[in-house]
Nanobody, 126 residues
Framework: QVQLVESGGGLVQAGGSLRLSCTAS????????MAWFRQGPGKEREFVAG????????DYTDSVKGRFTISRDNAKNTMYLQMNSLKTEDTAVYYC???????????????????WGQGTQVTVSS
């Protein structure tokens, strides 16, 4: 089993930046896909960005393209989400998730991922 711990959330003004981190432990050799999801107040959990742990291939939801960058450091078993030009609509609890090998199209489905972190709050004020 894989354990995930997020950090880096906080309060920031619109236009500002934050970097989230997600560190994996446990059976990390089973990780092939990792992703960031977010859940705003009264909303469903939505895909933000994903990365293939081996190839570094990435994908983003349209609303964050050009503003967010997902990356990973395999040696540290850590995934990052650099968030720039933050908007009030980015306010949410951000979760990291890990899973096995599956088609890239499945990255956007939370049910594809077997392990989740506890979440970190990101609040963007106007």
């Amino acid at each position: 089993q894989v354990q995930l711990v997020e950090s880096g959330g906080g309060l920031v003004q619109a236009g500002g930046s934050l970097r989230l981190s997600c560190t994996a432990s446990g059976h990390t050799s089973t990780i092939y896909t990792m992703a960031w999801f977010r859940q705003g107040p009264g909303k469903e959990r939505e895909f933000v960005a994903g990365v293939n742990w081996n190839t570094g291939d990435t994908d983003y939801t349209d609303s964050v393209k050009g503003r967010f960058t997902i990356s990973r450091d395999n040696a540290k078993n850590t995934m990052y989400l650099q968030m720039n030009s933050l908007k009030t609509e980015d306010t949410a609890v951000y979760y990291c998730a890990s899973g096995a090998i599956f088609p890239r199209l499945w990255w956007r489905n939370p049910s594809s991922f077997g392990s989740w972190g506890q979440g970190t709050q990101v609040t963007v004020s106007s």
